[in-house]
């Protein structure tokens, strides 16, 4: 409706621009006297002044009726952040994207990329390596709110990763009370180191400290005191690389 609106006063705003020219060009041919031209001038003008107040007036309030969607990706971004362990790319206000972790059990630890730069636009959310060998399909398919997503009325970042991590929890299927085998631990600390070496190689060092930083919890857990001394010295370097980058 808004737009229809406008474009109806702007195509009449041209229309008598276009009248003013043809009076000017009928004035140089001496079509019409000078008063004749003076009179019918100041009518289009007239006319023009009405016009430009209309259009600035509906766009005003045009801009008061539209929701402050940069306002309310902020607190969407402080929300999930309150909500789930979150590394943005940028400063809060700058932010474009974003990592979420998700931990399904103390030993089955997940990464998710939220890329919301076209916000209040769907968000792109993708599955890293180790989601990927849980979930299933796409992340639409898992979460109801990125697939029912409206831009006008948009939903919320943190509904989205609460669907995935309840997903996740219930594939995981690890109880609360449920004693975790040595061999389980053993077997996610494994995949951590694996998965830390990779993110280094790729240059994801915060995310390398982030896996590393998993494989000391179970080490530290199965009291291994070598190994544990030999992660936080591994976390430390990566550390002092992202400091001098």
Same mark, same amino acid.
């Given at each position: ?7 109806? %006063?702007?195509?009449?705003? #041209? ?11 009928? %004035? ?30 509906? *766009? ?8 402050? #969607? ?23 206000? *700058? ?15 997940? !990464? ?11 968000? +792109?959310?993708? #599955?890293?390596?180790?989601?990927? $060998? +849980? ?19 948009? $939903? ?32 996610? !600390? ?21 896996? %590393? ?33």
């Amino acid at each position: 409706m808004y737009d229809q609106k406008l474009k109806d %006063l702007e195509e009449k705003y #041209f229309e008598i621009e276009n009248k003013v020219f043809d009076l000017q060009n009928k %004035l140089k041919n001496k079509e019409l006297t000078q008063p004749e031209f003076d009179t019918l001038k100041k009518n289009l003008n007239d006319e023009l002044t009405d016009l430009r107040n209309k259009i600035q007036t509906l *766009k005003e309030k045009n801009i008061k009726d539209q929701p402050n #969607f940069k306002e309310s990706l902020i607190e969407q971004l402080i929300e999930l952040r309150n909500n789930f362990q979150v590394d943005y790319n940028l400063e809060l206000k *700058k932010a474009t994207k974003g990592v979420v972790y998700i931990s399904a059990s103390p030993y089955d630890h997940f !990464r998710f990329l939220i890329d919301f730069h076209k916000f209040p636009k769907k968000p +792109v959310v993708q #599955f890293s390596s180790e989601a990927k $060998g +849980v979930l299933a399909g796409k992340p639409e398919d898992i979460s109801p709110t990125l697939k029912n997503w409206d831009k006008d009325s948009p $939903g919320r970042f943190v509904d989205i990763f609460q669907e995935i991590e309840s997903t996740l929890i219930d594939k995981i299927g690890l109880k609360v009370d449920q004693e975790v085998p040595i061999s389980q631990k053993l077997a996610a !600390r494994r995949k951590s180191i694996v998965l830390a070496k990779e993110l280094e190689e790729d240059g994801e060092l915060q995310d390398a400290i982030w896996a %590393l930083e998993n494989a000391l919890k179970i080490s530290e857990e199965l009291k291994e005191s070598d190994k544990v001394e030999k992660f936080k010295q591994k976390i430390e370097e990566l550390k002092h690389k992202i400091n001098n980058n």
